[in-house]
């Protein structure tokens, strides 16, 4: 295996108890570093391709190795600690209601223990990356859409993970807000940060020059390396 690889899923395949094919021989590899788009329409397997990745399911035939490692055999009692290494963004953002911005992230950062000024310098940082440093007591129904979603990155990024995944996060966005959050997803896989994106936006996808992979039906009908120009039907 290339010591570069981040994912590989290797003749994957995900029946469902009720017989629906989720995912069928899927062979891919992810590098360390890359950004990937995951495109395809409702029911192409997206949310199993992911679900499979953090060991939310498990697939009914092959293997996936992340980091190396097969994470098939990994007990349930391990389960946690591996996805520490796993930042999640949704299109919902997901924020506690009834903590501030600063709260939201910190919490991600407490339950590793950590100390308090450990907190604070982690949380700090991960909010001035993405622009909110002077919303930090800002609660989420006292901030834009955009800033929760924000406030969503900061909490995926803070604890440094080695991947992000992320579920249409810009779903509930509008255009130009959606343009900065891909700004700010932008300079987190600069960094050096795998980020696996799952979304609907055709516009995002041609825009950038991200590797592609298209699902169909379950199963891989486009890897485009170069990036997404002209997706049109996604
Ligand atoms: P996407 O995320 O691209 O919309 P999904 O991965 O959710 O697609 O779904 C892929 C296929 O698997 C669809 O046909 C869907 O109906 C089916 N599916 C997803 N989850 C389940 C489940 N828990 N039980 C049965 N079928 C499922």
Redesign the pocket.
Known sequence: MNDNTMIQFINVSKE?P?G?V?LKNIDVKIEEGEFVFLV?A????????TKLMIREMMPTEGNILVNGKSINRLKQRQIPHFRRNIGFIFQNYRLLADRTAFENVAFAVEVLGASKREVERKVDYALRLVGLEDRKKHFPDELSGGEQQRVAIARAIVNNPQIIIADEPTGNLDPETAKGIMDILNDINIKGTTIVM?THDAGIVNRASHRVIE?AH?EIVRDDKQGGYNIEIL
């Open positions: 469902f009720n629906t989720g395809g409702s029911g192409a397997g997206k949310s199993t391709f799952a699902l379950g």
